[in-house]
Nanobody, 127 residues
Framework: QVPLVESGGGLVQAGGSLRLSCAAS????????VGWYRQAPGKEREFVAA????????YYADSVKGRFTISRDNARNTAYLQMNDLKPEDTAIYYC????????????????????WGQGTQVTVSL
């Protein structure tokens, strides 16, 4: 893991869009997978999307496929989550996290393996 800061959340109507950013510090960002996760009130944190170190392979939860796009810009030490066609059920606090590239990418789907989480950014989708 590398320290990360999420931003870009806000209030949006159903059908709208938001772009979240995940900013890293240090000089090792390109060696980490990056994932996005979310936690709705009363529910456990769940996997949303993940991207490999060079951005060439992406993975998504079924609930967001076709609507969300994860990407990264290693030169800017930043990963993104473009969220389109937002639904009320997308309302949650969104977090990003990272894991060194020597782990299998599939481990990014397991929220329990991360030792720590940042503050996250709130996304609220209204009807």
């Amino acid at each position: 893991q590398v320290p990360l800061v999420e931003s870009g959340g806000g209030l949006v109507q159903a059908g709208g869009s938001l772009r979240l950013s995940c900013a890293a510090s240090g000089d090792t960002f390109s060696g980490y997978y990056v994932g996005w996760y979310r936690q709705a009130p009363g529910k456990e944190r769940e996997f949303v999307a993940a991207v490999t170190t060079n951005g060439r392979d992406t993975y998504y939860a079924d609930s967001v496929k076709g609507r969300f796009t994860i990407s990264r810009d290693n030169a800017r030490n930043t990963a993104y989550l473009q969220m389109n066609d937002l639904k009320p059920e997308d309302t949650a606090i969104y977090y990003c996290n990272s894991r060194w590239w020597t782990s299998p990418i599939a481990t990014m789907k397991n929220t329990m393996d991360f030792a720590s989480w940042g503050q996250g950014t709130q996304v609220t989708v209204s009807l």
